[in-house]
């Protein structure tokens, strides 16, 4: 059997990233960022999929069809939302849907807004740190009684989650992290490679 061939370009040439997503979602743009390759129809010799989601538009036939393809060979799979910045949908809308035509998803971080209501941070689900995006590279802090507070509820699913499917859960392929990215802004990119680091160790 003939071993398939690897991007020597990639950025992780170990790894086979696969990006699927409507072009409302950008997954030409966002696919160079993490070294992947934008496909239309999945394969099975794929390392890690990547599903982008823009939540304003949906998501389409063509892109639930090819994750349930990857349900028979269960590669590591994660769900990207794109178009955060845009005020007419938001991350906690993208993850209802693909936990609806999906399946279940877990949010390892949940998005921060500004005054004028655009995305500026991220609050970690694990430790409640606030990682914020306004600085180069992000400062880590504390987060307020009031961010623990609001979201309390959802860092109880998510660690129940955990202890369910387990640390390796992702690398096994049995559990899926949604994340907000917004490339202009950096935010979320840190933490995608963070996963893909995984998967190379």
């Known amino acids: 059997m003939s071993t398939?061939?690897?991007?020597?370009?990639?950025l992780h040439p170990s790894l086979r990233i696969h990006l699927f997503?409507?072009?409302s979602a950008n997954p030409e743009e966002v696919a160079p960022v993490f070294g992947g390759e934008v496909l239309e129809k999945a394969a099975e010799e794929c390392d890690l999929a990547l599903f982008l989601i823009n939540p304003s538009l949906g998501i389409d036939a063509k892109t639930i069809s090819?994750?349930?393809t990857l349900n028979e060979s269960m590669p590591p799979r994660m769900v990207?939302?794109?178009g955060i910045e845009n005020q007419e949908a938001d991350f906690d809308d993208a993850v209802l849907l693909?936990?609806?035509?999906?399946d279940l998803t877990v949010t390892p971080y949940l998005v921060l807004h500004d005054d004028q209501g655009d995305p500026c941070a991220l609050i970690s689900l694990s430790d409640l740190k606030i990682r914020d995006y306004s600085t180069i590279p992000p400062t880590i802090s504390e987060s307020d009684p009031e961010h623990k507070t609001l979201v309390s509820e959802f860092r109880s699913e998510y660690l129940a989650a955990?202890?369910?499917?387990?640390?390796?859960?992702?690398?096994a392929g049995m559990m899926f992290p949604a994340i907000p990215i917004w490339?202009?802004?950096?935010i979320g990119i840190d933490i995608?490679?963070?996963?893909?680091?995984?998967?190379?160790?």
């Open 192 to 201: 995608v490679k963070s996963y893909i680091a995984k998967l190379e160790q």
């Open 162 to 171: 955990i202890d369910v499917m387990g640390e390796d859960g992702f690398a």
């Open 21 to 23: 997503g409507d072009p």
């Open 80 to 82: 990207l939302v794109t």
């Open 66 to 68: 090819n994750w349930e």
């Open 183 to 186: 490339i202009e802004k950096g």
């Open 98 to 102: 693909a936990n609806r035509v999906f």
């Open 4 to 10: 398939p061939s690897l991007n020597p370009n990639s």
